[in-house]
């Protein structure tokens, strides 16, 4: 092969293309070999350095979330069928993975009341920002509207691919926790692609999906055919919906969001998958690869893969996404889960975590130093302000074993959510734990005003 290219050694390859201002001049600073045992040793000391949530009480969640697993979901995912294969482009040997992805997108469908659905995306952020181009594929306008209660994360990612398509991200701010409706209105005209909120919002407020949704829809003009409205999209809690109103009831066209809470565990925040689902109007518009149900040569019932937006798969200027990996093996833990909970199981989780969550916003309201950040109906995660530096008061707390939450500012780094405190409870926190945080917080807010009086 050198030969044939006309070189002595590999080395000259990279003496020919590499500049020598690009080039390392000294070793890799990397150690010597161990032995198997001693790297072993080595990863089981890196590995106690770990703090899990089986080791403290963790009230953390700001779009990661601690619930329970069951057995079922970890035997099918490591299962050779499911963990092994990439993508399913024969059909006749792949009838298992197409049906899980066919199974998975009805139920999906089910849960957000939308005719479509996608086999995933690569999480839920991705899928915010995948959804904001579907709007500007659909009407080629040059704004996204934008509710500050939107998760950070999803914010940034949106940010990230707007400015590749030169989109303006319009932000528009809360009031009382929730989206303000008079200023979502007023933002929204006739430049604007899509509108963009999350329900629950990352301070936890339910907002009024049907409301939002209402005031982003604008009438065509008296004679003109062409609908002006934007594209209505819902950042959404999968499990929420087994209480509050599906998205598609609500007249939101395009819901995604993050499936981690479906059956997959927190593992260092990853991997997950994004779940996006829409109108059936923009399916041709929808990013990744959806299965669909045919029937063979003998008429029997199979599945194949119906659509393919990606880059690779047809002309690059017709592309929806080329970046739209299918997180298979995550949506089937996804489905595992779903159909272990079932129609009412979801129903009864979600008012079991409603019941908590009010619980411990009562119990924790009550401490001195600690109030309400508003007073809006919340699910499952609830914003605190605390009297104190916040990050101090989450190192006592842990000090005491209770992982109190997360640090708001240090995650929208906004000035207005200055000790903020954003607390998840899950079906794993019982009332003893919600109780013993209780305790720990209030001693922790009261140990930290006490030592700042002292200075």
Sequence with gaps: ??????????????????????????????????????????????????TSTEDQLCFLGAGMYDHYVP??????????????????????????????????????????????????????????????????????????????????????TLRTYAHGYGVEVVEVPLRDGVTDIHAWGAAIDEQTSAAIFAQPNFYGAVEDAQALAAAAKSDPAEGNAADTSPVVIAQVDPLTLGVLAPPGQCGVDVAVGEGQSLGN??????????FFAARMEYLRRMPGRIAGETVDVDGRRGFVLTLQTREQHIRRE?????????????????????????????????????????YARERLAALPGVEKLHDQPVMREFALRLDGDVDAIRRRCIADGVNP??????????????????LAITERRTRRDIDRLTEVLGAAVAAERQAVAAL
């Excluded at 593992?267 to 997950?272: A, L």
């Excluded at 739209?324 to 079991?352: D, F, K, S």
């Excluded at 939450?405 to 954003?422: C, H, K, S, Y």
């Design 405 to 422: 939450g997360v640090d708001l500012q240090a995650l929208t780094a906004r000035e207005e959510d200055r000790g903020g405190l954003l």
């Design 318 to 358: 017709k592309a929806t996404s080329n970046i739209c990996t299918a997180q298979a093996l995550n949506a089937l833990a996804g489905m595992a889960y779903m159909a272990w909970l079932g129609r009412r199981g979801i129903v009864e989780l979600g008012e079991l975590m409603l019941a908590r969550t009010h």
């Design 1 to 50: 092969m050198l030969e044939a290219i006309g070189v002595s050694s590999v080395a000259e390859i990279f003496e020919r293309q590499i500049p020598q201002a690009l080039r390392l001049k000294r070793p890799l600073e990397l150690p010597g070999g161990q032995s198997e045992q001693d790297v072993y040793a080595h990863l089981v000391a890196l590995a106690e350095r770990n």
């Design 71 to 156: 057995a079922l979901v970890d035997m099918l995912c490591e299962r050779s069928e499911f963990l092994t294969p990439y993508t399913p482009y024969q059909p006749e040997i792949s009838q298992g993975g197409l049906q899980v992805m066919f199974e998975y997108q009805t139920a999906i469908c089910e849960l957000t009341g939308l005719e479509v659905s996608n086999a995933s995306v690569y999480d839920g952020p991705s899928a915010v920002a995948s959804a904001g181009y579907l709007a500007k594929l659909d009407n080629g306008r040059g704004r996204f509207v934008v509710s500050a209660g939107l998760h950070p994360h999803s914010l940034q």
């Design 265 to 274: 565990r927190l593992d260092f925040g990853g991997p997950s998958f994004g």
